[in-house]
């Protein structure tokens, strides 16, 4: 069955902080992994897109990883700011499908002051 | 920078009514994508378009489901007729390629059911 799970369901750190969030993935035939941000209320905004042969992809002080060996993901937002509190979604894509195209439940993660 | 818009941004409506999503897609993008995400649960596939006809859809995009483009810059979504659990946030996204390539997501219509 194709499942996206991630860890933690919600974090909460100090402004200035580092945090890493997890996403393990069972999609097949593999695609490609996006990160998301999404705020309360709004659309998801893409982060960063991952195919299958790449292992790190950065977008300022956001940077996600890849194992497609072990099916594993993780973003890792460096300095943390109070604009970065939001929910943050894993999404994996099969090859070419549009259904499969499966949200994990995402990170809430707050940034305290 | 391009964007895909979504109107409205909050639709109130009762139930047994029918009502129509609006989005206008990236010009330049080919592929439209209609997505719902129920309060505090994940974000659900329901269609994809492609070509003037659906390519794909989930189990949730029943026949009370419809999309269409008829104008050629417009896409939207119409539920003939509403249940109390159409309550949801639906986004329209679109792409220029399948999957593969990155789709942008609208900022999403809160249709509300009563």
């Known amino acids: 069955k194709n499942q996206v799970e991630q860890s933690p369901q919600s974090l909460i750190i100090l402004e200035g902080k580092n945090c890493t969030l997890q996403?393990?993935?069972?999609?097949?035939?593999?695609?490609?992994l996006r990160w998301y941000k999404q705020d309360t209320g709004r659309g998801p905004v893409s982060l960063t897109i991952m195919t299958f042969s790449e292992n790190t992809k950065s977008n300022g002080r956001y940077t996600a990883t890849l194992d497609a060996d072990t099916k594993q993901s993780s973003l890792h937002i460096t300095a943390s700011q109070l604009s970065d509190s939001a929910s943050y979604i894993c999404?994996?894509?099969?090859?070419?499908?549009?259904?499969?195209?499966?949200f994990g439940s995402g990170t809430r993660l707050s940034i305290r002051p | 920078e391009p964007e895909v818009t979504q109107t409205p941004s909050h639709q109130v409506t009762q139930m047994g009514q029918e009502v129509i999503l609006r989005c206008v897609p990236i010009s330049n993008h080919l592929y439209f994508y209609w997505y719902r995400q129920i309060l505090g649960q994940k974000v659900e596939f329901l269609v994809s378009f492609y070509n003037n006809e659906i390519s794909e859809k989930s189990e949730i995009f029943d026949d009370q489901f419809s999309v269409e483009r008829p104008d050629g810059s417009n896409f939207t979504l119409k539920i003939r007729s509403t249940k109390l659990e159409d309550s949801a946030m639906y986004f329209c996204?679109?792409?220029?390629?399948?999957?593969?390539?990155?789709?942008?997501f609208g900022q999403g219509t809160r249709l509300t059911v009563v």
């Open positions: 996403c393990n993935y069972t999609v097949s035939p593999f695609s490609n």
């Open positions: 999404v994996v894509s099969a090859v070419r499908s549009a259904s499969k195209i499966i």
């Open positions: 996204a679109s792409s220029v390629d399948p999957p593969v390539s990155e789709a942008f």
